[in-house]
């Protein structure tokens, strides 16, 4: 017998206990997700819309689970509830044929009165510049302020997929820290942020955008 043997063999069964032993993390993990939307209805969500008027035009659809925004009024649509301590997924693309100026954006610690635009934070995702930090009416500490708002620049090259692609944004918000990656590449860190809580919002800046798979997973607080 090969004196190798038993060395795989060994090899081999480690493998499969560490195989044991992972799934059902992955499994509790699933287990931690909240959904945020139901994938049909705005149930849990209020739209707010710049010009009332437009809330009477179709400012959005739902189909096969995407949530596809197409309002030309300034506005956003925001969680009924307020979050804190959590990783926020969601996946978002461009339609094809998109206007290379597309602009939107993720909201958190989103509060105060629904008006166009809220106190919040602000997770670009315009086309070229999606990661980055927007304060609205929101101080972020130790980065410019330009056009009267903090701004926190990439932290790496811009990472979005081709129009009409899925891409991926994880934000974890923990106590008074920020970090953002977009499709797995780390492109923002903020810390000493002045607020921790608040609702969540996906910004409507008057071009089609459409959203997929938003959940949120509890993290535990920081001291």
């Known amino acids: ?13 480690l493998c499969l206990l560490a195989g044991c ?14 959904a945020l939307w139901n994938g049909s209805n705005l149930t849990g969500w209020k739209l707010v819309l710049k010009n009332p008027v437009d809330s009477s035009l179709a400012s959005w659809d739902a189909k096969d ?3 596809r925004l197409h309002s030309l009024s300034l506005g956003y649509l925001r969680t009924e509830a307020v979050y804190a301590d959590y990783h926020l997924h969601l996946e978002w693309r461009w339609p094809a044929g998109s206007s290379p100026k597309s602009n939107s954006g993720v909201l958190i610690h989103l509060r105060g009165p629904d008006v166009v635009w809220p106190a919040c934070i602000q997770i670009q995702q315009k086309i070229g510049a999606a990661g980055q930090l927007i304060g609205m009416e929101t101080a972020l500490p ?16 811009p990472s979005e997929k081709a129009l009409g692609e899925w891409n991926t944004c994880d934000i974890h918000a923990t106590g008074d820290t920020l970090e953002v990656h977009v499709n797995d590449v780390r492109q923002n860190y903020a810390e000493h942020l002045p607020v921790r809580a608040g609702r969540i919002g996906l910004q409507l800046e008057g071009a089609p955008i459409e959203f997929r798979n938003l959940w949120l997973r509890p993290l535990a607080a920081a001291r």
Not at 21 to 32: G, H, K, N, Q, V
């Open 142 to 157: 130790d980065f410019p302020v330009i056009n009267n708002q903090s701004r926190a620049p990439l932290l790496a090259l």
């Open 1 to 13: 017998m090969s004196p190798h043997r038993p060395t795989l063999a060994v090899a081999l069964a």
């Open 21 to 34: 032993a992972l799934r059902p993390l992955a499994s509790a993990d699933r287990a931690d997700r909240v």
């Open 65 to 67: 689970g995407v949530l």
